[in-house]
């Protein structure tokens, strides 16, 4: 019975603990924004956390017009770059950026949001260019925005695939790679989004790879993925019911629906019939060119001193079922009482954030909702968990728990319980089976050397070379998932815009549209047409051509054969089956005439066709000797 090898712990890495910024950002609210660096050298950001987002987007030169204040750009989270203010993202000083286009922004186009983006990769780090110890990213996807419907920059957590139509493949997410360059030990977080109005401001929190358990009030409530990867943190809102409203007590629904938790945007999409209740309970008045609800001055007074608190009943399922899990999220009216400022407003305006939903696929709940609510989300084993936020006086002191990867078991540095010379004995030992295992490998490739030499000069001798085992019909399980072919979410795929005619010098081929800032298409930088190489012809029966070299400039290929030679007269051998190149021999002048083989120097060239081998020209001698230890088609790229 064969024993299979004990298997080792593996050692992951901490969790990230991404610091906040400090900053309390946003034209439709005050939220807590992280620092990001882009670009090399990092020109430093203030971002949004997008729980659905994929990628990372920063504000554009292109962002703030004239006609915008002059901190525009400042309050889109540009910071000071090369000891002045920053306009915004400037490819053209980043020494690592390389464009893909000019595409669609399509993260949140189901809620009406919209513009364009100048996307292409380079380099993203958490926290600002000075700080050390922050995560890199050295090729990413980073975009430029300049539509103002996505007033801020955003850092995306979702781990869903990027695709475009310029590119081939698709790209993973930026959280992703942090996951597979093993900066993270699982592809999971805990997040909350801070709240400006808690004690002295409470900075948002964001742990990658894990949660901060001193920021919730533990709950035992799980729930799953849904089965719509665009929409993977659907929750059901069993009912929302209001405490010291207006109109006291109010049941703000007569029913349950499902909603999409999405830090991406600031308001609560809800049925529009409940819109109607909460305009009675809050003395809302809607605006329809922003299709904001607004609060005048005296009712929001009067909500002030009466301070409602709105809950949210929340289970896997849009109905309440009495044996089912469910947790509730207090809200206070402070959590509704936002500002809503520039280009929104002239002047900061009051405003309630609950939004008119067209249909159930815009149904979520936003930042808003989030400033109450610690998220925690385990991609890896597809569920999440919603906790109701902490805030005490002090705050507690950070406590991380790592999430680990599926199947990943945390090394130990004490596990083995070995003594210190036991452990010495082990090491002395193991070195000692390296020599010997050298030694023994030494002799070996030596007398094999020596066997092969006597073959060769044997010029009988026609050896069958093993083309290797054949490929087992199963795969391995580690690699199962990899070899399996991965359909893309057709709203993933972005169709490069149409182009126009000039570029702005510097940054990209796009410019400002009508719509506040958008960017739209000018001249497009075509990527170059990508072909694939012709494939190597197979080998006949598992052999490997053996092909005879002449003294000279004599050449004998293989009668019938002449597979695996390079199809080129660059001197550069491309072998037909990967990993084994063609064996040379030598033979003698006279065998080489008596199998009628002229010399190119007479004026004779070894014959394309048949044979499958490049003309050698005429007295262009060429030496072509198999090193037995052949790439593949690969060396015939270099």
């Avoid at 092909?547 to 695996?564: D, N």
Wanted: hydrophobic fraction near 30%.
């Amino acid at each position: 019975m064969a024993l299979a090898p004990r298997a080792e712990p593996t050692t992951v890495p901490a969790p990230f603990v991404f610091t906040p910024s400090q900053d309390w950002d946003g034209n439709d609210g005050s939220w807590s924004t992280f620092n990001v660096n882009v670009g090399t050298p990092g020109q430093d950001f203030r971002v949004l956390i997008s729980t659905s987002g994929y990628e990372t987007w920063v504000v554009a030169p292109e962002g703030c017009t004239p006609t915008d204040p002059s901190d525009c750009a400042t309050a889109r989270g540009a910071e000071i770059f090369n000891s002045a203010a920053s306009p915004g993202f400037e490819t053209n000083q980043s020494s690592t950026w390389d464009m893909i286009g000019l595409y669609s922004l399509d993260l949140e186009k189901h809620l009406g949001y919209s513009g364009n983006g100048l996307f292409g990769y380079d380099r993203v780090g958490l926290g600002t260019y000075a700080e050390t110890g922050g995560l890199v990213l050295n090729r990413t996807v980073v975009a430029g925005i300049a539509d103002k419907d996505h007033f801020l920059g955003v850092l995306g957590l979702s781990t869903r695939p990027i695709s475009f139509e310029s590119t081939s493949d698709p790209i993973p997410s930026f959280f992703t790679d942090l996951k597979t360059k093993n900066l993270i030990p699982s592809s999971s977080y805990g997040y909350t989004a801070g709240a400006s109005y808690r004690l002295k401001r409470v900075s948002g929190s964001l742990v990658l790879g894990g949660y901060d358990q001193s920021r919730f009030e533990p709950s035992n409530t799980t729930f799953t993925f849904s089965n719509d990867p665009t929409r993977d943190l659907t929750i059901g809102v069993q009912s929302i019911v209001a405490q010291d409203t207006l109109i006291g007590v109010a049941s703000l629904t007569s029913t349950g629906h499902l909603s999409f938790i999405d830090s991406t945007v600031p308001h609560i999409w809800l049925p529009q019939a409940v819109c109607d209740v909460f305009e009675r309970a809050f003395g809302l008045t809607y605006d329809p060119t922003t299709d904001l609800y607004l609060v005048n001055d005296t009712t929001h007074s009067q909500l002030q001193s009466l301070n409602p608190t709105i809950s949210f009943k929340l289970g896997n399922q849009a109905t309440i079922d009495p044996d089912g899990q469910s947790v509730t999220i207090d809200l206070p009216y402070a959590a509704f009482d936002l500002q809503a400022s520039y280009p929104l407003y002239n002047t900061s305006t009051n405003y309630f954030p609950i939004r008119r939903a067209a249909n159930n696929t815009q149904y979520t709940l936003g930042r808003t909702f989030l400033q109450e609510a610690y998220l925690t989300v385990d991609n890896e084993r597809r569920n999440f968990s919603v906790s109701q936020a902490v805030f005490k006086d002090p705050m507690p002191s950070r406590e991380i728990v790592t999430i680990l990867c599926n199947g990943c078991t945390a090394a130990s540095p004490d596990s083995s319980g070995l003594s210190t010379g036991a452990t010495i004995g082990i090491a002395v030992g193991a070195v000692l089976l390296i020599l010997g295992a050298g030694l023994a490998i030494f002799f070996f490739i030596r007398n094999k050397k020596r066997k092969q030499r006597l073959a060769e000069l044997d010029d009988t001798q026609y050896t069958k070379v093993d083309a290797g085992p054949k490929p087992s019909a199963t795969s391995s399980p580690a690699h199962d998932d990899e070899n399996k072919p991965h359909e893309v979410d057709a709203t993933q795929m972005r169709q490069e815009l149409p182009d126009s005619s000039t570029s702005p010098a510097g940054y990209g081929p796009y410019k400002l549209s009508e719509k506040h800032g958008g960017l739209v298409q000018e001249s497009l930088l075509s990527p170059s047409s990508a072909h694939e190489l012709p494939a190597p012809l197979p080998s006949p029966a598992g052999h490997t051509p053996v092909i005879h070299e002449l003294p000279g400039e004599y050449y004998v290929p293989i009668p019938g054969s002449g597979v695996g030679v390079s199809r080129e007269v660059s001197g550069r051998s491309s072998p037909a089956t990967p990993g084994v190149s063609p064996r040379w021999v030598e033979i003698t002048e006279e065998e080489a005439r008596s199998e009628g083989v002229s010399s190119p120097g007479s004026g004779g060239a070894v014959s394309p066709g048949t044979q499958g081998v490049s003309s050698l020209s005429p007295g262009t001698p060429r030496r072509w000797r198999g090193s037995g230890s052949g790439s593949g088609g690969e060396e015939g790229l270099k």
